[in-house]
């Protein structure tokens, strides 16, 4: 057998070996800004503590912007729960329509409405989120952005010690910034 040959089997046989068996499948696409925002504002319930009085079954994710958040956040918590409390989440197209939220994130596209929205749940505990830049500076509790192609967060403890709501330590230790102290010696 020539030389030639030899090495035409072996690339051949090499190929065999590296070639799959069967196909690939599909890379899955890279979820989006808005699915990883969504997913955050599901697992930021289970790091909050909300005064004791709080009776009610559900626990109300609001979103006051894009109807894109409300579908993905509905899928997301379907059928989930923090202790005995089911989630319910729920468009906030005006101001007033964010009493009884747990949690109010405010999208981008309501950033007329921000202001107003920090004012209604100024004092009460509603863990305030949004992606708008300068959301801390603006009375805000956790701000989301991007960072290396990621979506990280900011927090501000100092509206969150105004709400009677506490911050788990374990959430405070992956934010990339928290501004203030936790009062009481710490969060929970």
């Keep these: ?6 090495l035409t089997r072996v690339v051949a046989l090499l190929a065999l070996i590296a070639w799959p068996s069967r196909p690939a499948p599909a890379q899955a ?3 989006s800004q808005e699915d990883v925002q969504a997913a955050y504002l599901y697992n930021f319930a289970k790091f909050v503590r909300w005064p004791a009085g709080n009776t009610r079954p559900t626990l109300d994710i609001c979103v006051a912007g894009q109807k894109l958040y409300v579908d993905t956040l509905t899928r997301i918590v379907a059928g ?20 009884g939220c747990d ?12 202001d107003a929205l920090l004012a209604a ?24 952005m991007v960072q290396d192609n990621r979506v990280r967060f900011s927090v501000d403890l100092r509206p969150v010690a105004r709400s009677s709501i506490s911050l788990s330590s374990e959430l405070l230790k992956v934010a ?13």
Excluded: W, Y
């Excluded at 949690?103 to 921000?114: G, H, N, Q, T, Y």
């Excluded at 949004?130 to 509790?141: A, E, K, V």
């Design 1 to 6: 057998m020539s030389r030639g040959c030899v």
């Design 80 to 99: 989930e729960h923090i202790d005995t409390r089911s989630f319910a989440v729920r468009a906030v197209p005006r101001t007033e329509d964010a009493a």
């Design 29 to 31: 696409p890279r979820p």
């Design 103 to 114: 949690i109010l994130f405010i999208d981008a596209s309501a950033k007329d409405r921000m």
């Design 121 to 144: 749940s100024a004092g009460r505990p509603v863990l305030t989120v949004s992606d708008i830049p300068g959301f801390l500076d603006r009375g805000g509790m956790i701000q989301f």
């Design 176 to 188: 990339v910034a928290v501004n203030g102290r936790p009062s009481g010696g710490g969060a929970p």
